[in-house]
């Protein structure tokens, strides 16, 4: 009866992730259940994976030629 409940959910709701569906489950129902039991429940159907990506290309690193030549412009002055 619970896996039901939270398929139905997830299919509701697309992102909604193991935390939310426990919260839901517990203000709409009255059903306690902690959050890795939910994502053991959600990967019966799907792939859990993190949503960072650890080996991602993120492109050149610039190379400086001389004193001060790179600036460093992730922020803003």
Do not use: N
């Not at 697309?14 to 306690?32: D, N, P, S, V, W």
Request: net charge positive; with cysteine; proline share 5%.
């Amino acid at each position: 009866m619970v896996k039901r409940l939270v398929w139905q959910r997830r299919e509701r709701e697309h992102e909604c992730c193991g935390q939310k569906i426990a919260y839901f489950l517990e203000r709409e129902q009255g059903l306690t259940r902690s959050v890795p039991k939910m994502d053991e429940i959600l990967a019966e159907q799907l792939v859990i994976r993190s949503q960072w990506k650890k080996h991602h290309k993120r492109g050149p690193v610039p190379q400086a030629h001389g004193p001060r030549e790179v600036v460093q412009m992730d922020t803003l002055d």
